[in-house]
């Protein structure tokens, strides 16, 4: 069975300045996607970005961006110049098979003015 | 076009209860998923559906039935609620996983559901 694991319960950062969220993950699988959502207050999850196993570049999406280190299981997220709508839960994830998505524990992002 | 919508947004019942959980999704999606989420420990899957007339048991199956009847609905029954069951259970939907597809989960909005 897959497993993620965020090993960060929370993190804080100053507006404007970067932070870097870590997430590891266990898999037997070659093919497989990450992702990292976000969950404001308002409980929705929202898709930060994604990234596919078998590319080897990084997924970028604006101000987001990961380090995907696939032979070392790894799958951080930067935010640049963190902004205060940045203040959230982040999630990270793994999809398999059969699009079942395993979810890691959570990091509660702090962003202070 | 609504997405994943869910029903009801919250809800309290004693324990022994019994209630059903409604997700519609207007998007066309073959597979559908319920999640909970509980403090600490993210969103673990309960069932989920690889199209309409089948479900299987994800992660956290117990005390809780599914059934898939139409393509775009999924519910989620407790027969007889436990507090151990008091948590934000979540909705999602997506296309077959696979290289050439879009394998984005839409989540809905969630139901916060307390047990006494």
């Known amino acids: 069975a897959q497993t993620v694991t965020q090993s960060q319960p929370e993190m804080s950062v100053q507006e404007a300045e970067t932070v870097t969220l870590s997430c590891t993950y266990d898999?037997?699988?070659?093919?497989?996607?990450l992702f990292w959502y976000k969950q404001p207050p308002s409980r929705q999850m929202i898709l930060v970005i994604r990234?596919?196993?078998?590319?080897?570049q990084n997924a970028t999406e604006n101000r987001f961006s990961v380090n995907f280190q696939k032979a070392a299981k790894s799958f951080s997220l930067k935010i640049s110049d963190s902004q205060l709508g940045d203040a959230a839960m982040y999630f990270c994830?793994?999809?398999?098979?059969?699009?079942?998505?395993?979810f890691g524990q959570g990091t509660i992002l702090t962003v202070h003015p | 076009n609504a997405g994943v919508t869910q029903t009801p947004k919250f809800r309290v019942l004693k324990t022994g209860q019994s209630m059903t959980l409604l997700c519609a999704q207007d998007?066309?999606?073959?597979?559908m998923y319920w999640y909970r989420q509980d403090p600490g420990m993210g969103l673990r899957l309960i069932h989920y559906s690889v199209g309409e007339g089948t479900t299987a048991k994800g992660e956290v199956p117990d005390g809780y039935n599914v059934s898939r009847l139409k393509k775009q609905n999924f519910l989620l029954g407790l027969e007889s609620a436990a507090p151990s069951q008091t948590s934000v259970y979540f909705c999602a939907s997506s296309y077959p996983s696979g290289r050439a597809s879009y394998n984005e989960q839409f989540f809905g909005p969630g139901t916060r559901l307390t047990v006494l």
């Open positions: 998007m066309n999606h073959e597979y």
């Open positions: 898999t037997s699988e070659s093919d497989y996607y």
């Open positions: 994830a793994y999809l398999g098979s059969y699009g079942k998505l395993t």
């Open positions: 990234q596919e196993a078998y590319k080897q």
